[in-house]
């Protein structure tokens, strides 16, 4: 893979993918030690819908799908801080309208031809240099963030009643790490696609999680596990000829495997 270094796509998708997974180890952490994978997966799947109403209106892709996703973000904040016994049916709800009002849209869009396939599969040898600008703006929040408000999502994280003691916000982080985790899923989607972004919001943090002693040190593990897995997924692909999101993901699973093997037998 070496001689592919020279094509500007590939030091794009590398560039992507770096972002990408100190991105998914950041939030994903907070996703996992929060208990929102399923909230998370609802708000992958909502953001199609973001996708559709991008193409039909002519907006670009990372704009209509942020929206979109924020959007979703939000509603789900609003029901599982006012409606927590009902949210099951509601995430199933903006699931399945989210993706239906993509498909729609998609539809209704004259003499458009989409490729599904790298909306729902991820394409980050496609990653422009807008989509690098948009994913290091996301990257610098987050860190910004993490930096000034860790003290306070770390208890609202771990007990969200003893952080509302303490006058913490618990509504408004909560809500916050929703609306992080919506951009996240739609920076990953161009890596992974919007049906396997739960495995990279997932399996790194998992084994980072086993390795870690800090929420904080779990976050940074996190992103350079999901770096090594994207790096190593983006040179299988490209060796076999292969979709990268998929072998990303097979990559990640595969250690996860091993790693799972390797420590039950410590």
């Known amino acids: 893979m070496i001689e592919a270094l020279s094509f500007e796509f590939i030091q794009h998708a590398l560039i992507a993918g770096v972002l990408v997974s100190f991105t998914a180890g950041i939030i994903g952490s907070l996703i996992v030690v929060n208990r929102m994978v399923f909230l998370a997966g609802g708000i992958a799947h909502a953001s199609y819908g973001g996708i559709g109403l991008a193409v039909f209106f002519g907006f670009p892709i990372f704009f209509g ?5 924020v959007v979703a973000a939000l509603f789900v904040a609003y029901i599982t801080l006012h ?26 869009t004259p003499g458009y031809n989409v490729d599904m396939m790298s909306y729902l599969f991820g394409s980050i040898l496609a990653a422009s240099t807008e989509d690098l600008y948009f994913m290091t703006a ?9 930096t000034f408000w860790y003290r306070d999502i770390l208890a609202v994280s771990y007990d969200s009643e003893y952080a509302a003691l303490r006058g913490v916000n618990v509504k408004f982080f909560y809500t916050l790490i929703l609306i992080l985790t919506a951009l996240t899923v739609v920076v990953s989607i161009k890596v ?4 396997l972004v739960i495995a990279m919001l997932t399996i790194p943090i998992y084994i980072a999680e086993k390795l870690s002693s800090s929420l904080f040190s779990m976050m940074f593990l996190s992103g350079f596990i ?9 040179w299988f692909s490209y060796t076999y000829n292969l ?9 990640s699973a595969f250690s996860l495997g091993v790693f799972l093997l390797l420590y039950k037998n410590r």
């Open 226 to 234: 999901a770096m090594f897995f994207t790096i190593s997924g983006l």
């Open 192 to 195: 992974v696609g919007l049906i």
């Open 65 to 69: 799908a942020s929206l979109f996703a």
């Open 83 to 108: 409606k927590r016994h009902r949210i099951d049916t509601f995430i199933g709800l903006i699931w399945a309208v989210g993706m239906a009002i993509g498909v729609i849209f998609i539809d209704l």
């Open 138 to 146: 996301l990257l610098s929040i987050i860190l910004f963030v993490i």
């Open 243 to 251: 979709t990268s999101g998929a072998s990303i993901i097979l990559v």
